[in-house]
């Protein structure tokens, strides 16, 4: 009897730990899962730069302006579709993720180029811009105010500290900044010539931090067309030279508009493929580390 009782006892023991070594299990599996599902579902870049979740964002044609939400569960982007006279335009599109599915939607037709604030409730669209409540629903459309109103911005990007960076579209070669002081806006301002030189100089970027800004230009020690520059915040607050990417991402083809994913692990930029009609531009990304190893060692 105390045989039996013993092999029952150790069977239920053994069932037990059992029972928690496939929990254990399924827990890993979800989180690989999770892991997995993140940014389309794609497989990561290394230092080499690849076109992003091909055939589903880039494809033959035009798509730019690529932008992903700080919980990673919503990406944007512009593309450009031919209808039946081929006629061209411009959609607005999100993919999204619907438990563990992606899925996209035309959300409208281009209204400006997406970068979300560093909390994730602002999405940035040039001057314009929308804010999420706390359902999670963007607003409609609004204006930023005066002087901003009026400025032709192609592209804004914003700090934690709410410092506002730019370009403007009749005036391409001068990127200018504006931060808050005591909850003030102030008026904008030219960068120096670290950022503002060459020509085409446009759409910049600022990290969260603020510890480094990218844009992109035509300059003298550029691969040609445009190339993507950063330059790194100085100990004095000042900004360093500007550095070129190099020839992972830059190349005689236009690259352009580059930004870095909330997370900091990616550099998504934009690189034209097709012919000076810009009939194929494609979004492309890379690992962050090709910023690591340019940063100046101090």
């Known amino acids: 009897m105390k045989n039996h009782l013993f ?7 053994l069932l037990a730990l059992t029972a928690c070594k496939t929990n254990g299990d399924d827990r890993k599996n979800k989180d690989a899962t999770a ?21 589903i964002v880039t494809t033959q044609g035009w798509e730019y302006g690529g932008a992903i939400t700080p919980d990673l569960k919503e990406f944007y982007f512009i593309r450009e579709v031919i209808d039946e006279e081929g006629k061209p335009s411009q959609q607005f599109v999100l993919i999204q993720d619907h438990d563990g599915e992606w899925k996209d939607s035309v959300i409208s037709a281009r ?22 409540n706390k359902d ?8 930023l105010p005066a002087p901003f109103d009026t400025l032709p911005i192609m592209r804004l ?17 001068t990127i200018q900044y504006s931060v808050l002081k005591n909850g003030v806006r102030q008026s ?14 446009a759409h910049p970027f600022i990290a969260p931090d603020e510890t480094y800004l990218i844009w992109d230009s035509e300059r003298e020690d550029g691969k040609g067309n445009s190339d993507i520059y950063i330059s790194f915040r100085q100990q004095d607050g000042s900004w ?38 810009f009939e194929n531009a494609d979004i492309f990304w890379v690992s962050t580390e090709i910023i690591e190893d340019i940063r100046p060692k101090n």
Request: net charge neutral; hydrophobic share 30%; aromatic share 10%.
């Open 7 to 13: 092999n029952i006892s150790t069977f239920l023991l």
């Open 35 to 55: 892991e997995e599902r993140l940014y389309l579902g794609q497989k990561p870049p290394g230092p080499m730069p690849e076109p992003f979740a091909p055939g």
């Open 111 to 132: 209204v400006g180029q997406p970068i979300f604030s560093p909390d994730g409730k602002t999405m940035h669209l040039g001057r314009r811009y929308k804010n999420r």
């Open 136 to 143: 999670g629903e963007w607003s409609e459309i609004k204006e």
């Open 157 to 173: 990007s914003a700090s934690k500290l709410g410092t506002y960076v730019f370009d403007e579209r009749d005036t391409i070669g």
């Open 188 to 201: 904008p301002k030219a960068f120096g010539e670290e950022i503002n030189s060459g020509s085409r100089t």
């Open 240 to 277: 360093g030279k500007a550095l070129n990417l190099g020839d992972r991402v830059n190349t005689e083809a236009w690259e352009a508009a580059a930004s870095v994913t909330p997370d900091g692990k990616y550099l998504f930029f934009h690189r034209n493929m097709g012919s000076d009609a």
